[in-house]
């Protein structure tokens, strides 16, 4: 699946989600970063609705079910109170955040960031599309900034994107896992108390281009050659602190068999259960990558240098309890009919290892999630699988924390 | 200096040479490569012309004089017999080969190479631009093959585009040294009697895209990762024999923050002294990122792969002596009015590490080159520069050498 936010395929999908809502009944509004709020209302109209929300944008090379079981697990909570008749005392939403993923514009939950006034509205709208997802028709011309490409596919709309305009009780979201625990335990349902911490970084080196066929090593700095120490190193930091650090994006010029590279650009995505470990990671590979770059050249003396922009910072968060203890007994309940001895085996609490727009949501209301198992824990894959069975369980146990969180 | 092969500049410096050429009364003919031959002619009709050739093309952030100055030297050469009269007994050509670069067709001097018979025409023909350089218009679309790009311009030629069809006496080159050994030695003229072996090579890792956050190291098979630990890798096994390895384009897929490359392509340049040098450097290179690939991915059983492809072979050329002596006796009677004690020191014969046309035109007819100094040694970067002087020397002896073959 390709769908990247902001796409034609992005606007069939919004266009596809909002006349669902609207045939259960729904209020739909949309805001200035595209977010989509559809809500069924309650018997009080002087209480924020309960929110269950995901995204519908996918990687470059995605999946089925990130993102998506979330928001359509939300549709199928609607559809299941209707048919119920099912009455609450708030108002329940389902919410499509915009570009969630960070794929096609690189800050992840950028929307919810907004909605949440931790990212301010400007800098989201301003932000360019990455230029390496080349499928894009667009990205052939001048990279498209948010606000230009929310213009093109009808998707900029005017309420004020943020938790004062449309405030929530709750916001809940089920999801993949997109790791391994779950599967591997034969678990059914992970009750997620934490996420952990990243920041995203793009890192520019510069050396000097020059010939590959009449330059001698100690006559290059090799600005390429330097990224791959670089990342080689990335992995060691960050392994001996049970951290990660990845790299995803990199573009090396002037991109010629013949040259040397005398420019790479990089992004970097470093992970930690803590912020302070996430915090520790950069710091000793701020002084390695230095290091590594005074090398490249010294013999020139035009030694590399590399320069550090952080994009995103998105510190280790903790879920509310109350949502947590909604969750918790909502999956006890679900599972209770499995033909095992301790159905409580089927429920783990866990941290997520992914960002969520829940991450922004718990800034400002009671926020928790709901993992469920997913094939290897594979995601941000074309084979990305849960069962159908997996994505029911979610969708009962969000539906049943909304009840129990509605009735608190 | 950016002038790829066949962009909208060339175009305007092909048209400039031709109306130059004819306005110094030659012939000047085109062939199915691009190849612009122009001849002054000499008393005797029934010999072929010795040849002065290089190139006008330049790297994407290339310099003035790499390729530009040889074909200078041969307007220069065809102005000076014009102006003193000179009659030879075969006609002078000046040759402009296309595409010598490599940059933006990844074969370097490929024209040269369909002339002398070694590069089929069909295959020069469908080759098609590297992607990474986008700064050409039509790269935003599909990209072009070399024989679009020709008939674009309109520089297809209907001459066969063979030494059967454009026969050579001899074919000269002045050429910019692009190493540090003329001008840190303060020589002013390299006999260039070699030319170092280099193959490129495309190659492609094969690895799984997966989430940067939800992914621990064990569970990856990081393309861009593997292709880090090759890159440092080849540094290492071409140092250890007196080679040169050179990776300087590189693209990662799918080219998002949070997801790990599951598919990275690069090329690599592998240089050395003797062409047996360079095979073993590939040898070991070949062992080394399969024990890469195959780590990368061993936790989860999906172990990377990497594939190799040749695009271009070049064995080490030595060029042939009556060119040489031509070259070494125009040199010493050039620099013999220097002011120093011991004009001999002024010129040394050398290798050069670069590839050149006159790789080719040795295959079929005798062959050398010319080297001057320039700065620090330094091609393939704006800043590549060589004195007024040092000019005028290459194309002195340039000249020289070919009064002296034409008498021979
Ligand atoms: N769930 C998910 O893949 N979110 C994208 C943000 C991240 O990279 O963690
Ligand atoms: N002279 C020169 O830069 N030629 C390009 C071919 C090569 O890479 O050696």
Redesign the interface.
């Known amino acids: 699946m390709q769908r990247l936010a902001l796409s034609e395929d992005d606007k069939s999908v919004r266009d596809w989600f909002i006349q669902t809502m609207k045939d259960l009944k729904c209020n739909v509004t949309v805001d200035e970063m595209g977010n989509i709020f559809a809500v069924r209302p309650g018997r009080r109209a002087d209480v924020p609705a309960t929110f269950i929300g995901s995204h519908l944008d996918t ?3 995605g999946g089925r079910y990130d993102g998506i079981l979330g928001v359509l697990a939300g549709i199928e909570v609607i559809k299941t109170m209707n048919d119920m008749g099912l009455e609450t005392e708030g108002g329940v939403g389902v919410v499509d955040w915009t570009n969630e ?3 096609r514009f ?1 800050i ?1 939950m950028i929307s919810s960031g907004v909605w949440a006034e931790c990212i301010p509205l400007a800098h989201a709208h301003n932000l360019k599309e ?1 230029p ?3 499928s894009l028709p667009t990205a ?2 001048a990279p498209e900034t948010m606000k230009s490409a929310l213009q093109k596919i009808g998707y900029l709309g005017d309420v004020p994107c943020s938790y004062k305009s449309t405030p929530m009780a709750a916001h809940f979201e089920v999801h993949i ?4 625990y779950l599967v591997s335990a034969n678990q059914r349902v992970g009750v997620v108390t934490a996420v ?1 911490a ?1 920041r ?1 970084f793009r890192l520019n080196v510069i050396g ?10 100690e ?1 290059r700095a ?1 600005a ?2 330097a ?3 670089m ?2 190193r990335a ?1 060691e930091v ?2 001996s602190k049970g951290c ?1 650090a ?5 573009e ?11 420019e790479v650009s990089f ?1 970097l ?1 470093i ?1 930690g259960p803590e912020t302070e470990l996430v915090a520790e990671v950069e710091k000793e590979l701020r002084t390695a990558f230095d290091a590594i770059a005074a090398a490249e050249g010294a013999g ?1 003396g035009k030694p590399c240098r590399v320069e550090w922009t952080l ?1 995103f910072d998105s510190p280790a968060v903790k879920f509310h309890e109350d949502c947590i203890d909604c969750v918790q007994q909502s999956a006890q309940a679900v599972v209770a009919d499995a033909s095992v001895a301790d159905t409580t085996s089927l429920v783990r609490t866990i941290m ?4 969520h727009d829940s991450v922004f949501t718990s800034k400002r209301v009671p926020t928790s999630m709901i993992f469920i198992p997913c094939k ?7 084979e990305e699988f849960s069962t159908a069975d997996d994505c029911a369980t979610g969708a009962s146990v969000i539906l049943q924390a909304v009840v129990r969180y509605d009735r608190k």
């Open positions: 990687q470059p090379t993923e960070g794929a690189p992840s990455v390496t997802v080349a052939a011309s896992e997109q790791g391994p952990q990243y995203w000097r281009d020059t010939h590959t066929g009449t330059t001698a090593f006559h090799d390429l050659y990224f791959a120490q990342m080689v992995r960050a392994s990660l990845s790299v995803g994006i990199v090396a010029k002037p991109g010629s068999v013949n040259t040397v590279p005398g992004s995505d992970r020139i994009d997520s290892g992914a960002g290897d824990g594979l995601s941000h894959h074309p």
